[in-house]
């Protein structure tokens, strides 16, 4: 929702202002991924809430990431683009395995996760 | 006042602090304390005196008119102004009680992980069916204690371990970090409309009627608003600082309802999360049944229509099709697929718009001798009463242009 009040609404231009909003906005889902996966692999969650919970951060992440994948921008901000649209695919990826993942194997993906959202700052 | 009663105004209270917040309360504190921490206290304050100040009138004016607050308007203030108080109202209800449904249902979904769209008929019709089947009180008291487990928040944000003199500085007004002017302006405007619902004041009002209440009840008014209401503010305190310890360093901007069960979750671990749920869960769903019923009462009580909870549904069958009409089209907009989050924001920051409709014909009324005889307002209500109203209509000029310039707070 914020991805699309931001202006990019599918392969749009977007300005300098709408492509941080979306960093941003991609920065949170992926730090509030990467609490529930610690969470997940801690026992402090229950297995509905992390599958359940992580589907929604899924979700506005793989839709900013496609929306990133075919938004064009002017020159000069088209490497931040690419680097913050290979993110998103990233964390939305990270993102759906949360939901399924073993206890195990959830530090991994709140490390990875951090690792993005610290990316995206 | 016997044991009896002194129990009767204790439940009472404990039932509005935990009816107290509803689905605009979670969303805008837990935002605004992931935007600017505890910067925005102060106007979970402010909010929380406008309710007590204002839901007191309403009260008083039901307790002594022994009339419910809409009936009054449409007499004090006319055909015309009063259709025009009860559509806004009315679009105002019907938004905030579809945005609650939408709240429920996910709650549901993250309870039991079944699919969202098939927990939107479920959750109307559980509604719809304790709506039906269960008594005033009950239902005021069945959400309103189910409620109380959203005071796990106040755990939370204790366990959290907040700065506490950084708290305490939130609750004084003054200059802010972390956002633009713009963004902190549509926080604190979305706060206060959040904590001022006007379906609130009618809902109290009408309840008030139906409980039979007459000079006697003043008191229990007056404890009820205050107490009731004033202690129901430290749930927002609350929210607004779990968000503010964890969510703002994190760089967490909660998008989705089951964001703030993580504050509790961090804290106390799945016992947390799972009183988290049955509180938002209890307290959105008490929200949308006073909604609900809020809608049906003004429709009522506008067009003179036999009204009550307490009536038998055939006995007040037009005002039994209100309620019923009023949840079947919130069912409509949840089901259109609009995300209840940001219909929240919408349908609070419209209430904003209407409040001054709202507000004024109660104040107008508590100031009426003709309805009121010695009960009217007294200085200090007066005093309260228009400076909040001042306020409320400084906020209804800027909450669309605010929401607008910010994205919806995006900045």
Redesign the interface.
């Known amino acids: 929702?914020?991805l699309l009040?931001?202006g990019c609404g599918g392969g749009g231009t977007l300005s300098a202002k709408a492509l941080t909003?979306q960093s941003?906005?991609l920065?949170?889902l992926a730090?509030?991924g990467?609490?529930?996966a610690r969470?997940a692999g801690g026992?402090?969650?229950?297995r509905?809430?992390t599958?359940?919970?992580s589907e929604?951060?899924y979700e506005?992440a793989s839709q900013a990431a496609s929306s990133l994948r075919t938004a064009k921008t002017e020159p000069a901000l088209e490497p931040k683009l690419r680097r913050v649209a290979s993110l998103a695919g990233k964390i939305s990826a990270d993102l759906k395995r949360v939901g399924h993942a073993s206890k195990a194997e959830q530090p991994r993906l709140a490390r990875e996760l951090e690792a993005a959202?610290e990316e995206l700052? | 006042m016997s044991l009896k009663n002194v129990l009767a105004v204790a439940l009472g209270i404990l039932s509005a602090i935990g009816g107290f917040v509803d689905i605009g309360d979670l969303v805008f504190n837990v935002e605004a304390g992931a935007t600017f921490g505890y910067q925005l206290l102060w106007v979970v304050v402010i909010g929380v005196a406008g309710i007590v100040v204002y839901s007191e009138m309403c009260g008083r004016v039901a307790a002594v008119a022994k009339r419910p607050v809409f009936d009054l308007v449409r007499e004090r203030t006319g055909f015309s102004a009063g259709l025009a108080t009860l559509a806004a109202s009315q679009v105002v209800n019907l938004m905030t009680c579809a945005a609650e449904i939408g709240g429920v249902a996910i709650c549901l979904q993250l309870l039991s992980g079944l699919p969202y769209r098939v927990l939107i008929p479920l959750a109307v019709v559980g509604l719809a069916v304790a709506s039906w089947l269960l008594p005033f009180e009950w239902i005021e008291r069945v959400f309103g204690y189910l409620g109380l487990c959203l005071l796990v928040f106040a755990v939370a944000a204790i366990k959290l371990h907040p700065d506490w003199g950084r708290v305490a500085h939130g609750f004084v007004p003054g200059s802010h970090t972390g956002g633009s002017l713009s963004v902190y302006l549509y926080f604190v405007v979305g706060l206060l409309g959040a904590a001022m619902t006007p379906y609130e004041v009618y809902f109290y009002s009408s309840g008030a009627v139906e409980d039979g209440w007459g000079l006697k009840e003043l008191g229990l008014n007056k404890v009820t608003a205050m107490i009731g209401y004033g202690l129901g503010g430290f749930l927002s305190f609350a929210l607004m600082i779990v968000a503010g310890t964890l969510f703002l360093p994190l760089g967490i901007e909660p998008q989705f309802l089951g964001t703030p069960a993580l504050g509790a979750e961090e804290a106390l671990g799945q016992v947390g999360l799972l009183l988290a749920l049955v509180g938002i869960l209890f307290a959105v769903g008490g929200a949308a049944i006073e909604t609900c019923f809020s809608g049906a009462y003004n429709t009522a009580q506008f067009f003179g229509w036999h009204w009550g909870k307490k009536e038998r549904p055939a006995g007040a069958a037009r005002f039994t099709l209100a309620w019923v009409v009023i949840f079947t089209l919130a069912f409509l907009v949840v089901m259109s697929g609009y995300d209840p989050v940001k219909l929240t924001e919408y349908s609070v920051i419209f209430s904003v718009v209407a409040l001054p409709l709202t507000y004024l014909p109660i104040l107008l009324i508590a100031n009426d001798r003709s309805y009121m005889g010695s009960k009217v307002n007294g200085k200090l209500a007066n005093v309260l009463g228009v400076l909040y109203f001042v306020v409320i209509l400084a906020i209804a000029v800027a909450a669309i242009p605010l929401m607008l310039i910010t994205h919806g707070g995006q900045g």
């Open positions: 929702m914020a009040a931001s909003r941003t906005s920065e949170s730090a509030e990467a609490l529930l969470h026992g402090k969650t229950t509905i809430f599958r359940v919970h929604y951060l506005a959202a700052k």
